[in-house]
């Protein structure tokens, strides 16, 4: 009735190419709900996705509204200036109510879970940044083929 | 009961939660590699209490919040899927939070 032990211990990497608020959050929940299940979890943080660990951007992600078939309002009028801002002020009310933790205490949280989190090094040099400029819970910055060959046996989720 | 005798769900979730007793925690905890102190049963009576309240099995971040127990540590008193051993040993569903 317990685990048995001897199957290959799974393993999950995730890639976060997307810095939108509404964008950051699939990878960093899946990584969590692996951690807390016993599945060793990564994440990749390149493009945009590396805003999420941005020290100068985590607190203040953007939803996307514009070009969001989903979005609850005219492209016309969620182009207006403040009304992104203002609806992402709404989303984060919502995601309080439920408990749903900020991102910067997110990465926290994944931190303690004992996800491990990187950074791009190409998308770094790309947007003129260094390893300083991200949050001190990414361990380390790496190149594409480093983190394949991390992931080596892992699940792959690329969001 | 005891571990022997008692009824789990395939995924090894008891599957009466009346049958738990402490001594069947012992059990279980020790079936997965953890020897229970008191930290831990402060982490699982909270699970308990919670789940017992809300009629739903608590995530990790209520439980450690409720309970003071920062997630580290959590992690460090269940160190393999500590939301999946704390439901098993206390003997609540599988949690139905993301969190």
């Not at chain 1, 994440?43 to 514009?66: A, M, P, Q, R, S």
């Not at chain 1, 009028?77 to 933790?101: C, D, F, S, W, Y």
Request: proline share 6%.
């Amino acid at each position: 009735m317990t685990d048995s032990g001897t199957e290959k211990k799974r393993s999950l990497s995730v890639i976060c190419s997307k810095g939108s608020f509404d964008m950051a959050y699939p990878g960093l929940i899946l990584a969590n709900a692996a951690r807390m299940a016993g599945v060793d979890a990564r994440l990749f943080f390149t493009f945009w996705g590396l805003d999420i660990v941005n020290e100068k951007k985590i607190d203040h992600l953007h939803l996307n509204l514009v070009g969001n078939p989903s979005a609850p309002l005219p492209a016309m009028i969620a182009g207006l200036p403040g009304v992104e801002a203002l609806a992402t002020a709404q989303m984060r009310k919502e995601m309080e109510r439920l408990e749903i933790p900020p991102i910067r205490e997110f990465i926290e949280m994944l931190d303690d879970a004992g996800a491990d989190m990187y950074g791009c090094q190409m998308a770094l040099d790309m947007f003129k940044l260094t390893k300083d400029d991200l949050v001190p819970q990414v361990k380390d910055v790496l190149t594409a083929m480093d983190f394949m060959d991390m992931s080596e046996g892992a699940q792959i989720i690329f969001i | 009961m005891s571990l022997e005798t008692v009824h789990t769900d395939p995924e090894g979730y008891l599957a009466n939660r009346d049958d738990w007793s402490e001594e069947l925690a012992q059990e279980l905890a020790t079936s997965m590699g953890v020897s229970l102190t008191e930290e831990h049963w402060k982490v699982l009576n909270t699970a308990r209490a919670i789940d017992a309240e809300s009629g739903s099995s608590p995530g990790l971040r209520k439980i450690s919040k409720r309970s003071e127990t920062p997630i580290k540590a959590i992690y460090k008193l269940f160190p393999e899927g500590p939301a999946k051993a704390i439901a098993k040993i206390a003997g609540i569903p599988k949690p139905k939070s993301c969190l």
